[in-house]
């Protein structure tokens, strides 16, 4: 392949041991290159207790929890609390944004994830009434706890971006991966569509803390592949507008875009926030820091709404109250122990934790283990033993056929837990562990196998 790039420096610094047995890994545990392997997990004494556990929220984080749970407690009272009676795999929902995959395949059924023994609460929490350890439903129920986990993942402000209407998507050219399974088939459609003249495509990416901050990326870069593909990249300007001054926020993987980036001529508007769309038009307008607007037509937008924790947490006492989480109204938890700061019967995982890093189901498989031990260790009457590191990956596709491996911790490190793949270099079985690998890794996690 013509133009790869050179290995990174990072890597050079692993241990050639490990590496060397890494280069005999079979397909199988590849999964475990973006924290999703399939080794089960080893069986423990449950640990005899009569306390109640509430569990908010029955994403990945939440059933993953209460199967964990399940199984390490004898006689714990689990009620886990979510009126959603699909489980989306949102992971996938790259692959059918981009032609990759039917939608079908994203889409489970809660009830087979959720085991036996742990009651379903199928409402949603209305109030998190922390300092009488109890939460409200929203049909009007009161459940007191010894012990919560909130795991309500986020919520996407799409009505930040004046005009936007998710229920349009697919249509005139305005699309966005993120906000369901049938968004990402639309978005698909209209991508399909457009490939087929060109023309001029916008990509953006908001300032707060997102999930998967990956996608935009992705979209981006298969955007460019499908051009290609279909022979009008030459008729086509895609360009990419960030709220922000980089596109992501680990320094190497934002520089070894952006280069790449310049080689497929995507260039890069920074500081430029996308806050209002004109749909029937297709005009997009774009502010600065200091309130300087621009207005960008286009055939083609993929809008990333601004994201921030559900009315329930943020309106809570057990959101930050200071410092940079504050105003997304993030989950205050200590994030190596993932305990409340503040309520230390509380405990987080997943999306809704404000913590530096760490919005991927990636970082749910890594976390959830550690969380329930440390609440264990609570149970039984000593202090958290486990700290989490913000482990977060997601596999970047960069083109049909290739994908990175990123893995990264709090500290910008990357962290290959595959060393035999270079996390900077265009890798087919990153692709395929995507496309193959993950969706069964990540469904062992829900059921609290891994
Ligand atoms: C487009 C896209 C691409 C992605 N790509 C990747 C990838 O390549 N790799 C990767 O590792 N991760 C990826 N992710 C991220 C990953 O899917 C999420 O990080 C993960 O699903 C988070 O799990 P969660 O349980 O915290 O939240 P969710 O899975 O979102 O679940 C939250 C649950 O909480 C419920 N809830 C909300 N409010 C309340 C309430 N008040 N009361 C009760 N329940 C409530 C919701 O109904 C929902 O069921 C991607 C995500 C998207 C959208």
Known sequence: MKDQPKRSPELAEIDPERRRLLLGASALPLA?????????????????????????????????AANRLARELDGARITIVDRKEIHNYQPGYTLVATGVWPVEKVSDRNVDLIPPGVEWVREMVAEFDAEKNAVVTDGGRRIEY????????????????????????????????Y???????????????????????LMTLPSTPLKCAGAPLKMTFMLVDRLRQAGTRDQSQVSF??????????????????????????????????????????????????????????????????????????????SWKEGPFTAGGWLEVDKETLRHRRF?????????????KGKTAATVKKS?????????????GREPSQRFDGYTSCPLLVREGAALLIEFDYENRLVPSLPAIDPLQDSYFAWVMKIRLLKPAYMAVAKGRV
């Open 32 to 64: 475990a290159g973006a924290g999703l392997s399939l080794a089960p997990a080893r069986a423990k004494a449950a640990l005899k207790t009569s306390a109640r556990i509430v569990i908010a929220g029955s994403g990945l984080a939440g059933v993953a």
């Open 146 to 177: 010894d012990y919560l986990v909130v795991a309500t993942g986020l919520h996407m402000d799409f009505g930040l971006i004046e005009g936007m209407d998710v229920a349009a998507i697919g249509r005139n050219g305005l699309t966005s991966v």
């Open 179 to 201: 906000p369901s399974p049938q968004a990402a088939q639309a978005t698909w459609q209209a991508m399909d569509t457009f490939r087929q003249k060109g023309g001029k495509a």
């Open 241 to 318: 507008h960030s709220a922000l001054d980089n596109i992501f926020s680990v320094p190497r993987i934002n520089q070894e875009v952006l280069e790449r980036w310049k080689k497929l001529d995507v260039p890069v508007h920074f500081l430029s926030k996308l806050v209002a769309v004109d749909i029937g038009a297709r005009r997009a307008t774009f502010a600065s820091p200091e309130g300087e607007r621009t207005q960008h037509d286009y055939d083609f937008i993929h809008v990333v709404p601004p994201m921030r924790a559900p009315d329930s947490v943020k309106n809570s006492p057990l």
């Open 344 to 356: 230390p019967n509380v405990f987080g995982i997943g999306d809704i934790n404000g913590t530096g």
């Open 368 to 380: 959830t283990p550690l969380v329930v031990q440390n609440l264990i260790d609570v149970i039984a």
